[in-house]
């Protein structure tokens, strides 16, 4: 939202406060201020000049004697409009027009001393036609454009202050923190009495608290005087013509959306204001037709539709050149109303805006008030017709807040003198008497009262914020100490990071959506997806139920400029159903360009590092495993993840494998249950065994079988190695183990260690294995 | 003898002192103490001494013997010294060689930053919560005293889900699990991911971290909330900051704040970093909104507290000079290899 400083100053009644600290202060005390950039710095030079005369030259140019005041002066000038006796806008040689230097110039052989200027070449209007005609003597000001400053304030920083949408409100607050004497533009003695020439229908009050209006006759539809553009476009609002320009100038003023209608246009006597039919469509003023449902309200005639309320006005009702009689309509809607109508017709207007904000209804009889005077102004001759239509629940009670002071010192962590309280609250309107010890009676008013302030902690805010933060002394507070309670879960998760990172994996963060064509290549439907029903763009519509399709990405990605790296992510799945799970993964990766075996025998020893006696068995393979290269992880019995390599086909060079763990099973398991065992005194010993099996038996299985018939003093089982080939058969290996025997109460005997290997030898013959020697 | 055995002895001890090998040694101690060794053959010629000066030779005989014997361990030693030496200086190594196997992992920014601030906040009593990134419409804003119709809901552009959840927006949603479980007073954080219905651009995101902190006690007041904000940030940015409230609009505080730093980088006087404000906007920040209290389970009456929502992502991205958003969720090595 644009703030003119200048106006600010004349509402405000404040000087001396330039408008940098002006920016600092609203900032500091009142809502963000996002930048003060200086306007129409050039009105410091530029000056009236009257046209003595004018020769054609080659070309549309002409050259034209001026006065400006201080002698005459030459200049070349293009407009059509340029000729003897009118008064226009002389820039002088060495002015900056906004990026433009004008200093003088030879042009067609002419010394064009300076430029007389457009409206669009001044910034004030957007005129390109001709040079401005205005009236007042060479050499003074143009009138009603003086050098401004527009101070930008952050809407977000105004959503809860709809008395800020307008300078006025904003002037309040700046005299009440500079001293000012604030300013009451509207003269509500202005408003006619006597019957309206317009009836008001109001269907629902709740939707439209109150809507008032004026008829005028005798208008004159044109362009608006230059103050009048000047101000509209140093705030970015498009001057249109005399009679809209006064609506919009009323809005920056006063926060009050208005529109005009053109009164001809209106059917019958009667302004409804109702619920749109459904399919019901409105011609707005910007040129498109919006198709409306009963969710939208309309300002309708006897025919139908001729304004969404709060939100456009129609083109059909609009105020055009022809136009000799108006309805101007102040009213209030209800902001959550507005707020869905603007959001489900993509359509936010500077009215919109202003009532999402829940604007003040006490605001709108005023605002005609003021735009009484403003038209009298700009369309001479214009006259009221009628008195004053007003229809309007009646107004709320005011709200009126105990303040005591005692628990305002306490909330502030300062004390504050009850008078200054008190100057505060009254500095911005707020009604305060005293009532008993220590404790104001405040009453809040209405255009703080919509929904901005509504408890006595709303006054801590005003006080506080009036007094300045930086004024409270920062004090420690008085809290028990005890220590807090741990979170386990994130501990476990931290240390599951650092421990794969030591590992040489980098941690990666994908973010939390998954495309179609992701997770078909994992063998996914969108159907098992939580689906995003705004999704902001194709690709995330989905919530991912695994880390794999990220890491995917990520490999593919990483693998076009790196030979191999490791990779690992902990974040969430995210399971739809009646309740939504939210399971914790960790999955890693390593990438290399090699045969893959390495890869995955590493992730073993990472799942082997973070999960002591875990264990890997073959299982059926999903869509994106290698089938022949996948494993369950199991630990303490329980399923807690996946060992496999990725499916060569969703990797174009190289190999990448991968771990899957749900953190949250193996977070459950954790529990420590190992226990002491006392070290053994007695020597072991070792004896090497070399079992012959099928290709693709497994080791698993066979060490399984040792430990059958190895007997009660086999203490270990280490593999040592893998050897196929020559002169074993094909599709035959032989895995070779060395085993460690030990009783705990004595030494192993020679007779004992060959009973226990032959029964062992026994036992693995009988299973079908041979042993090589 | 006499001077036989003199003469033996010196020069097997010259040459000792001379020999350039082992074998030499062994040569010389053959030759002169072996069993058919020169001192043995004086020794079987001891017969022929007069008896009186036997003692005397007899004494000679074993000096020699001693002396010779330790010049030779005294040479096998020194040998067996030089021979280490030429080992180990044959084990030579260029330890500047980067070591086999893989190179040492990293943990992401976010991580980092994360466990600092969380081992900061648990000695200042903090408990640290999870909360599910998928929330109920009224967890994220009903009972933030952020009603279906309230405007502030345009501030955060929601992703809405087709179960009618959403992804919660704020980390502020956990307070209402916080108050829910935790006994009073309650000091909680609760740093996690959250999400904006937002175009991505170097700046923006749609999946960003945020912290979310409250305390709830007996009497808080805005002076301890600057008071601990001051500490919180002190501990974070391991310097004294100077800190500036302003008003700010949030619906679950009342009265709420900005908190700005003043710009570490420029001081205050104004640099290109702080937009020459001399300022920089860090946090959002306010006394506990009685309604957030009540629906809370919490008597306003008797309990208030603090509660504030520091941005994660914006605190990695100025702590480490990152000036690109995307690249916290690019996965690219060449990123994540910095951390
Ligand atoms: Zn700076």
């Known amino acids: ?773 | 003898m006499t001077e036989q055995l003199r003469e033996l002895e010196a020069r097997a001890l010259a040459g000792v002192a001379s020999a350039a090998t082992p074998e030499e040694v062994e040569a010389i101690r053959v030759d002169v103490l072996g069993r058919k060794g020169r001192l043995a053959a004086i020794s079987r010629e001891m017969g022929k001494v007069p008896p009186e000066e036997r003692g005397l030779i007899g004494k000679l005989l074993n000096q020699a013997k001693t002396s010779i014997e330790a010049a030779i361990a005294g040479r096998e030693d020194a040998f067996e010294q030089e021979k280490l030496a030429r080992r180990l200086d044959a084990e030579w190594l260029d330890l500047t060689l980067p070591p086999p196997g893989v190179r040492p992992g990293s943990l992401h920014p976010l991580t980092r930053i994360q466990r600092e601030i969380e081992d900061l906040f648990v000695s200042l009593g903090f408990t640290v919560l999870d909360g599910p990134e998928v929330e109920s419409e009224y967890n994220n804003f009903d009972a933030l005293n952020i009603p279906p119709d309230h405007p502030a809901r345009d501030m955060q552009d929601t992703f809405w889900l087709e179960n009618g959840m959403l992804l919660r927006t704020h980390t502020s949603p956990v307070q209402v699990r916080g108050m829910q479980t935790l006994p009073l007073p309650l000091r909680m954080i609760a740093p996690g991911r959250v999400f904006r219905n937002e175009e991505v651009d170097a700046s923006h995101e749609h999946t960003f971290y945020q912290l979310e902190g409250m305390m709830v006690d007996r009497e808080v007041s805005v002076a301890h909330l600057i008071y601990f904000m001051k500490t919180l940030l002190a501990g974070i940015f391991k310097r004294d900051v100077t800190v500036r409230l302003r008003p700010g609009y949030f619906p679950f505080v009342e009265p709420g704040f900005e908190l700005d730093i003043q710009c570490l980088i420029c001081g205050g006087s104004g640099c290109p970093v702080c937009k020459q404000s001399g300022w920089v906007e860090l946090l959002p920040c306010g006394l506990v909104h009685p309604n957030v209290l009540r629906l809370g389970g919490i008597d306003p009456g008797e309990w208030s507290g603090f509660a504030f929502g520091l941005g994660l992502t914006r605190l990695v991205m100025m702590r480490y000079g990152i000036d690109d958003i995307r690249q916290l969720q690019g996965g690219d090595l060449r990123f994540l290899r910095q951390f």
């Not at chain 1, 003088?104 to 001044?122: C, K, N, Y």
Request: proline share 6%.
């Open chain 1, 1 to 773: 939202m644009k703030f003119s400083y200048n106006w600010l100053c004349e509402l405000a009644g404040v000087r001396a406060l330039d408008a940098a600290a002006m920016g600092r202060l609203i900032t500091v005390h009142t809502a963000e201020c996002e930048g003060v950039e200086p306007w129409g710095a050039h009105f410091a030079e530029v000056r009236a000049a009257r046209v003595v005369s004018v020769e054609p030259m080659a070309g549309h140019h002409r050259k034209a004697v001026i006065d400006t005041g201080s002698g005459t002066r030459t200049v070349v000038c293009g407009a059509p409009n340029c000729r003897e006796g009118i008064v226009s806008a002389w820039v002088p040689p060495g002015t900056a027009l906004g990026s433009r230097h004008i200093e003088t110039a030879d042009v067609g052989g002419v010394t064009s001393e300076g430029m007389l200027a457009s409206g669009a070449e001044l910034g004030i209007s957007r005129d390109h036609a001709g040079i401005v005609e205005i009236e007042a003597a060479p050499g003074e000001p143009i009138p009603g454009c003086r050098p401004d400053s527009i101070i930008e304030i952050d809407n977000k920083s105004l959503t809860h202050r709809p008395d800020l949408w307008g300078h006025h409100g904003m002037a309040r607050e700046v005299a009440a923190l500079a001293g000012g004497q604030l300013q009451e533009p509207a003269d509500t003695g202005r408003i006619p009495s006597g019957a309206p020439l317009v009836r008001v229908r109001i269907e629902d009050y709740a939707l439209c608290p109150r809507y008032s209006a004026l008829v005028f006759e005798n208008v004159t539809v044109g362009p608006s005087p230059l103050w009048l553009q000047a101000r509209l476009e140093s705030l970015g609002l498009n001057p249109i013509n005399n009679i809209v320009d006064v609506t919009n100038y009323v809005m920056a003023e006063l926060a009050q959306p208005m529109h005009a209608f053109d009164a001809a246009k209106l059917a019958g006597g009667t302004i409804f204001v109702r619920p749109a039919r459904d399919g019901e469509t409105c011609a707005a003023l910007n040129g498109e037709t919006y198709t409306l449902n009963p969710s939208n309200l309309v300002i309708a005639d006897g025919s139908g539709a001729v304004a969404i309320a709060g939100v456009i006005g129609g083109m059909e009702s609009s105020i055009t050149g022809a136009t000799t009689r108006i309805v101007l309509e102040s009213a209030n809607f209800h902001a959550a109303g507005i707020r869905k109508t603007s959001s489900r017709l993509k359509l936010r207007t500077d009215a919109s805006m202003r009532f999402e904000k829940s604007q003040d209804p006490a605001n709108t009889v005023r605002a005609l008030a003021r735009a009484i005077a403003l038209l009298e102004q700009v369309s001479p001759g214009i006259r009221l017709a009628g008195g004053l239509a007003d229809d309007a629940r009646p107004a709320a009670e005011p709200i009126v807040l105990e303040l005591p002071l005692e628990w305002l010192g306490r909330k502030l962590g300062a004390t504050v003198e009850p008078e200054r309280v008190r100057a505060i609250l009254e500095a911005l309107r707020f009604e305060v008497s005293s009532i008993g010890e220590g404790v104001l009676r405040v009453t809040v008013p209405s255009w703080r009262a919509t929904k901005d302030i509504t408890i006595k902690d709303d006054l801590v805010e005003e006080v506080g914020r009036m007094i300045g933060y930086s004024s409270i002394t920062p004090t420690p507070p008085r809290v028990a100490t005890a220590p807090p309670r741990v979170n386990e879960r994130r501990g476990f998760h931290h240390a599951v990071r650092q421990a794969v990172a030591a590992q040489g994996f980098n941690e990666v963060y994908n973010y939390s959506f998954v495309s179609e064509q992701e997770m078909a290549r994992f063998g996914r439907n969108p159907g098992d997806h939580l689906a995003v029903t705004n999704p902001i763009a194709a690709g995330q519509g989905h919530l991912r139920i695994s880390l794999l399709p990220g890491l995917h990405r990520n490999i593919v990605e990483n693998a076009k400029h790196a030979v191999s790296f490791r990779l690992f992510e902990i974040g969430y799945e995210i399971h739809k159903g009646a309740e939504v799970r939210e399971t914790p993964h960790m999955a890693a990766a390593i990438y290399a360009k090699d045969s893959g075996e390495q890869s995955l025998f590493e992730l073993k020893r990472l799942a082997l590092g973070l999960m002591p006696g875990s264990e890997t068995s073959p299982c059926e393979a999903r869509a994106h495993e290698h089938p022949a290269r996948v494993a369950e992880v199991r630990w303490k019995g329980s399923v807690v993840g996946r060992l496999f390599e990725l499916h060569p086909r969703l990797v174009e060079a190289g190999r990448a494998a991968v771990l899957d763990l749900d953190l949250a099973v193996v977070e459950s398991l954790r529990e420590e249950t190992r226990k002491y065992k006392p070290v053994r005194r007695f020597p072991a010993s070792e004896f090497d065994l070399s079992v012959v099996a099928d290709a693709r038996d497994l080791s698993a299985t066979i060490e399984a079988r040792i430990r059958e018939h190895g007997g009660s003093h086999l203490e270990n089982i280490e593999f040592l190695r893998v050897f196929t080939g020559p002169p074993l058969p094909e599709g035959c290996k032989s895995l070779s183990y060395r085993l460690t025997m030990a009783a705990s109460g004595h030494t192993l005997s020679g007779p004992e260690l060959t009973g226990i290997r032959e029964k062992l030898l026994e036992g693995l013959r009988a299973a079908g294995y041979e042993l090589r020697a």
